[in-house]
């Protein structure tokens, strides 16, 4: 008698692609070669082998990959991207010898952009930040964090986050937002640092809490934004309200950035150019992801690079973003963000890949969800017209993003 051999339904198979799956404790980027996925109701089923899968699954659609690389969708976990206007010309006046630390000073730098972002309307924030998202996307982003810290009030703090929440409404991506209204002091405060810290923590913290417009807080620790103790006030008032937490440290100098971090058990720290041996190894003990952004470090010209080595040596997380913003990084390529991590940081080419899929998801506390490619997560992923994963990496200017997939949806570039 014959047995009918029944295979697992799924929706879709790509077959025939090289996967890179994410899904190793170790180093590696995991790679199954002539390999195939299966996925229903937007997860992921399997990935394995072809004849492996197509033998356990059969789906009504197959998509052939003709060898193409597949990534995870990439995870941008750190960007500012929601602002108005313009700093070209401050970027002028730091190629003639300005320092940011001056301009900023002077009333320019974080100060220029709160101007312009208050005083545009809705729409054109919409307009301007979504060409800046639209660029992120096709360069295989599935999901972006985006940052408020150009209102410095309560309502257009609040304002930034709403539009953040829209542009995943208008916008083929997820969106996961951070307050940073500690960014810096607005001018209404300029004499009293510690009545907007108190502002903060009373108002602006609670109602975006309550508000469900903040998936976390960050604070800008630095001689010229908060001190740790002012920064402790606000990490307080975000755990009050039942807010992760993460920190911009030690970009400028030793703040003792990754410290406060570490003690609030940050989910991100991020820049730390200057943090100390010592706060590593805080940020490991608390299971902190260390977010490396180079696109800053290449525009203010910076000579001290993070401390790799010893968060290596530590096994601390390594996360990569763009820090997309209007004055240290006006970067919007993922893709030129991971080469300047191979070059000016020494990251491995598997590094800087983990640095934008899996341990970016992990700094945004989604790693549950997505950023690797294993059963039962979401089926967001890249699909490259490159055979190597260094091939991604290696050029400059050119994108070779294929698809992306979105919950098991196909998105042609
Ligand atoms: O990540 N360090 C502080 N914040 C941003 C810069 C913001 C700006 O200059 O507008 C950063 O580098
Ligand atoms: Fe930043």
Not at 18 to 35: C, M, P, S, Y
Request: hydrophobic share 45%.
């Amino acid at each position: 008698m014959l047995v009918a051999r029944t295979r697992d339904p799924a929706d879709c198979i790509l077959s025939n692609g090289r996967f890179a799956t994410l899904a190793t404790a170790g180093g590696g980027l995991g790679i199954v070669e002539d390999g195939a996925l299966a996925m229903r109701d937007g997860r992921i089923l399997a990935v394995g082998p072809s004849r492996e899968i197509l033998s356990r699954f059969e789906a009504p659609q197959e998509i052939d990959l003709s060898g193409r690389l597949v990534t995870p969708g990439l995870v941008d976990c750190h960007t500012h991207l929601v602002y108005a206007g313009s700093r070209a010309a401050e970027f002028e006046q730091r190629l003639a010898g300005r320092s940011y630390a001056e301009i900023a000073a002077a009333g320019g730098g974080i100060g220029s952009t709160v101007r312009a972002t208050r005083e545009a309307d809705d729409a054109t924030l919409l307009r301007e930040s979504g060409a800046r998202l639209a660029a992120l996307i096709a360069e295989g982003v599935t999901l972006v964090e985006i940052k408020s810290g150009y209102g410095l009030d309560t309502r257009n703090e609040l304002r930034q986050l709403t539009i953040a929440r829209r542009l995943a409404e208008t916008h083929d991506v997820d969106v996961a937002t951070t307050l940073l209204a500690a960014h810096a002091v607005p001018p209404e405060y300029r004499q009293h640092p510690d009545a907007y810290v108190d502002h903060l923590c009373r108002e602006t913290i609670p109602e975006a809490a309550s508000a469900g417009l903040a998936d976390a807080v960050d604070a800008f620790c630095e001689h010229i934004a908060f001190s740790a103790e002012q920064v402790t006030r606000v990490f307080d008032a975000a755990r009050a309200a039942g807010l992760p937490v993460k920190l911009h440290a030690d970009q400028l100098s030793d703040s003792g950035g990754a410290l406060l971090a570490a003690r609030f058990g940050a989910l991100s720290a991020d820049h730390l150019e200057y943090s100390s041996e010592e706060g590593v190894a805080a940020l490991a003990r608390a299971g902190t992801v260390a977010v490396l952004l180079p696109g800053a470090y290449y525009m203010l010209r910076e000579t001290r690079a993070p401390p790799v080595e010893s968060l290596r040596r530590h096994r601390v997380p390594i996360a990569i973003a763009t820090d997309c913003n209007p004055g240290t990084s006006p970067l919007t390529s993922p893709l030129l963000a991971m080469n300047m991590a191979a070059v000016l940081f020494g990251l491995t080419i598997p590094e800087v890949i983990a640095g934008f899929t899996r341990e970016a998801a992990r700094a945004l506390g989604r790693l549950d969800r997505c950023g690797t490619l294993e059963p039962g997560k979401r089926c967001d992923l890249a699909v490259w017209d490159v055979e190597t994963p260094a091939e991604l990496v290696y050029r400059l200017g050119l994108n070779p993003l294929h698809a992306r997939v979105r919950e098991g949806r196909w998105l042609p570039h």
